[in-house]
């Protein structure tokens, strides 16, 4: 058994940084891709993010490219999520979520595990 859970999210001002944690327990860490959605309130869950098993490749949505960085380290099983330039729209719940040998890495069926979720709210 998978379990993931999130932390590090927060109450920041738009302009702000913020890293998300995502600390994997269970085996084969190593083996999974990992990735970063969110969910604003009356919204659909949306990609943010996803990191190969290796670290050798990564993946963002356009919204988010050049301001996060998605990141992990196989011996502490945590992937991390570094946004910066946060804007307002930023805004929603983000989750982690593994699975081996991800093909549609938007598609959230492709996803096996998923983590409870950690709000970040940005204000102006």
């Known amino acids: 058994q998978v379990q993931l859970v999130e932390s590090g999210g927060g109450l920041v001002q738009a302009g702000d940084s913020l890293r998300l944690s995502c600390a994997v327990s269970?085996?084969?860490?190593?083996?999974?891709?990992m990735a970063w959605f969110r969910q604003a309130p009356g919204k659909e869950r949306e990609f943010v993010a996803l990191?190969?098993?290796?670290?050798?490749?990564?993946y963002y949505a356009d919204s988010v490219k050049g301001r996060f960085t998605v990141s992990r380290d196989n011996a502490k099983k945590t992937v991390y999520l570094q946004m910066n330039r946060l804007k307002l729209e930023d805004t929603a719940n983000y989750y982690c979520?593994?699975?081996?040998?991800?093909?549609?890495?938007?598609?959230?069926?492709?996803?096996?595990?998923w983590g409870q979720g950690t709000q970040v709210t940005v204000s102006s």
């Open positions: 990191i190969s098993w290796s670290g050798g490749r990564t």
């Open positions: 979520a593994a699975a081996v040998a991800v093909v549609a890495r938007k598609d959230l069926h492709e996803y096996d595990y």
């Open positions: 269970g085996r084969t860490f190593s083996s999974y891709d």
